[in-house]
């Protein structure tokens, strides 16, 4: 191995991105808790998002 290579965290030489590598890692704690843990971090898991459009410098109506 050499050096530049022993650098590179495991996730990165595994070709997965950091925001990735973090969603395996959550999933796997979540899915090892007991309840009611459980069930408040699955409720938690959930993202609420709206997509809102710009025009001309002007936001529109979010859908």
């Given at each position: 191995?050499?050096?530049?290579?022993?650098?590179?965290?495991?996730?990165?030489?595994?070709?997965m991105?950091?925001?990735?590598?973090?969603?395996?890692?959550?999933?796997?704690?979540?899915?090892?808790?007991?309840?009611?843990?459980?069930?408040?971090?699955a409720?938690?898991?959930?993202?609420?998002?709206?997509?809102?459009?710009?025009?001309?410098?002007?936001?529109?109506k979010?859908?």
């Amino acid at each position: 191995m050499s050096a530049t290579t022993a650098a590179v965290p495991f996730w990165r030489a595994a070709g997965m991105t950091y925001i990735g590598y973090s969603n395996v890692c959550a999933a796997l704690v979540r899915r090892c808790l007991k309840e009611p843990y459980k069930s408040d971090a699955a409720s938690r898991e959930k993202v609420h998002f709206s997509i809102t459009k710009w025009t001309d410098g002007k936001q529109e109506k979010p859908n």
